[in-house]
């Protein structure tokens, strides 16, 4: 690793190989794959994914390991300390210090307490948490931490990323408008080769959803909305992600149990992000009628997986028919979610290819974009 290059820290509860914690996860990773040429990464997360251990070595952990553009340091619940933290911070001269995370007391509050009088800058990801559907989640819990984060001071000592403009009105409504916030979308993965064209049979879809199974993804109005699909349609519904909340699952599989006998639904599990292209290729549309997302992840992986997508209005894409890449539905016009699945259904292979290709040139100009690139380096000057 380059010594003339700045050395950036970042602070992320969870990285890979983890990938059930989904979209910050990616978020690191493409930031570092991206950034890896002008800067020094060393990330410190957990030995652990969403729900389980990492298949790591007992010497693979609280030691930094070596990879292709960063370094990475697994730590134990013992190591997740101040004492910990204080040594990884004062081994390197680092320039600024990144935290993947608002809600996250060891990867985030204790880290944060800690530099908030050195002179390192240092670079706050809210991740959606301040969005109106995510507060609505726990709201009490949120409540307090939010009200202890800004009796402390600290809100103002750091730089905010907002990955978009709402994100930006989200952390002055809070905090208040004197924060330093800087807007820079997240980075995508990189594409490397163009989508080989879907087969696509008329009046048949192969629908999907690929989130954490939470109440804030919505897979539950996915299901309801399917309940109500036209019968001469055949509908094949593939469910992609971990079971974060048990209760919330077992409620969805009450409401699967009463599809009808056009639609097809199969659960396929959490998949590794760097297995997802092969399970998109014989996909066509993402349904993700989810409560917020401050960027989605997922949304722009099926693009680039030449997939459109339905989507709700609570997410940062708008327009989306236009540019004949999926549609953006209020979540209570639930007949025009059915509506739009039905239309994706209708389409022949040609109709259809017209949608596939405008999402994947969409995608492609986005992630290749060097605005964004010069954004994101923004963040760390």
């Given at each position: 690793m380059?010594?003339?290059?700045?050395h950036?820290?970042?602070f992320?509860?969870w990285?890979?190989p983890?990938?059930?914690?989904?979209g910050?996860?990616?978020?690191?990773?493409?930031?570092?794959?991206?950034?890896?040429q002008?800067?020094?990464f060393?990330?410190?997360?957990?030995?652990t994914?969403?729900?389980?251990?990492?298949?790591?070595?007992?010497?693979?952990?609280?030691?930094?390991?070596?990879?292709?553009?960063?370094?990475?340091?697994?730590?134990?619940?013992?190591?997740?300390n101040?004492k910990?933290?204080k040594?990884i911070?004062?081994?390197?001269?680092f320039?600024?210090?990144?935290?993947n995370?608002?809600?996250?007391?060891?990867?985030?509050?204790?880290?944060?307490?800690?530099?908030?009088?050195?002179d390192i800058?240092?670079?706050?990801?809210?991740?959606?948490?301040?969005?109106?559907?995510?507060?609505?989640?726990?709201p009490?819990?949120?409540?307090?931490f939010?009200?202890a984060?800004?009796?402390?001071?600290?809100p103002s000592?750091?730089?905010?990323?907002?990955?978009d403009?709402s994100?930006?009105l989200?952390?002055?409504?809070?905090f208040?408008?004197?924060?330093?916030?800087?807007v820079?979308?997240?980075l995508?993965?990189?594409?490397?080769?163009e989508?080989?064209p879907?087969?696509?049979?008329?009046?048949?879809?192969n629908?999907?959803?690929?989130?954490?199974?939470?109440i804030?993804?919505?897979?539950?109005?996915?299901?309801?909305?399917l309940q109500?699909?036209?019968?001469?349609?055949?509908?094949?519904?593939k469910?992609?992600?971990?079971?974060?909340?048990k209760?919330?699952?077992?409620?969805c599989?009450r409401?699967?149990?009463k599809?009808?006998?056009n639609?097809t639904?199969?659960?396929?599990?959490?998949?590794?992000?760097?297995?997802?292209?092969?399970?998109?290729?014989?996909?066509h549309?993402?349904?993700?009628p989810?409560?917020?997302e401050n960027?989605?992840?997922?949304?722009?992986e099926?693009?680039?997986?030449?997939?459109?997508?339905?989507?709700s209005?609570?997410?940062?894409?708008?327009?989306l028919?236009?540019?004949?890449i999926?549609?953006?539905?209020?979540?209570?016009?639930?007949?025009?979610?059915?509506?739009?699945?039905?239309?994706?259904?209708k389409?022949?292979e040609?109709?259809f290819?017209?949608?596939?290709?405008a999402?994947?040139?969409?995608?492609?100009?986005?992630?290749?974009?060097?605005?964004?690139?010069?954004?994101?380096?923004?963040?760390?000057?």
């Amino acid at each position: 690793m380059s010594n003339t290059k700045p050395h950036i820290l970042i602070f992320s509860d969870w990285f890979l190989p983890a990938y059930k914690a989904g979209g910050p996860i990616q978020s690191v990773a493409n930031l570092v794959n991206h950034l890896g040429q002008d800067y020094n990464f060393w990330v410190v997360t957990s030995n652990t994914d969403l729900d389980a251990p990492l298949p790591l070595r007992s010497e693979e952990t609280n030691v930094w390991l070596q990879k292709d553009n960063y370094q990475v340091i697994y730590l134990d619940a013992q190591h997740q300390n101040l004492k910990a933290y204080k040594e990884i911070i004062t081994q390197q001269n680092f320039k600024a210090v990144y935290f993947n995370s608002l809600f996250s007391p060891k990867f985030t509050l204790l880290p944060l307490w800690l530099t908030q009088n050195l002179d390192i800058k240092k670079v706050l990801a809210p991740r959606g948490m301040l969005g109106k559907g995510a507060l609505a989640i726990k709201p009490l819990k949120k409540k307090l931490f939010l009200a202890a984060l800004k009796a402390s001071g600290l809100p103002s000592k750091i730089y905010w990323h907002a990955t978009d403009v709402s994100e930006k009105l989200e952390i002055e409504a809070h905090f208040g408008k004197n924060m330093k916030i800087n807007v820079a979308p997240n980075l995508s993965a990189k594409i490397n080769s163009e989508p080989t064209p879907k087969l696509k049979i008329t009046n048949s879809l192969n629908l999907f959803f690929v989130s954490r199974i939470s109440i804030k993804k919505n897979l539950l109005a996915c299901v309801k909305t399917l309940q109500a699909i036209n019968s001469k349609l055949a509908i094949q519904f593939k469910i992609i992600g971990p079971i974060e909340e048990k209760t919330y699952w077992a409620q969805c599989q009450r409401e699967i149990e009463k599809l009808p006998s056009n639609v097809t639904c199969e659960y396929l599990g959490a998949i590794p992000n760097f297995k997802l292209k092969d399970t998109l290729k014989d996909l066509h549309v993402l349904f993700l009628p989810t409560q917020h997302e401050n960027f989605g992840h997922v949304i722009m992986e099926a693009w680039q997986n030449a997939c459109p997508v339905i989507i709700s209005k609570n997410t940062p894409w708008k327009n989306l028919e236009p540019k004949q890449i999926g549609f953006d539905i209020p979540l209570d016009h639930q007949d025009t979610l059915k509506q739009k699945i039905e239309q994706f259904a209708k389409m022949n292979e040609e109709e259809f290819h017209v949608w596939s290709q405008a999402s994947f040139n969409f995608a492609k100009k986005f992630t290749e974009n060097p605005e964004l690139i010069s954004k994101t380096k923004a963040l760390f000057e």
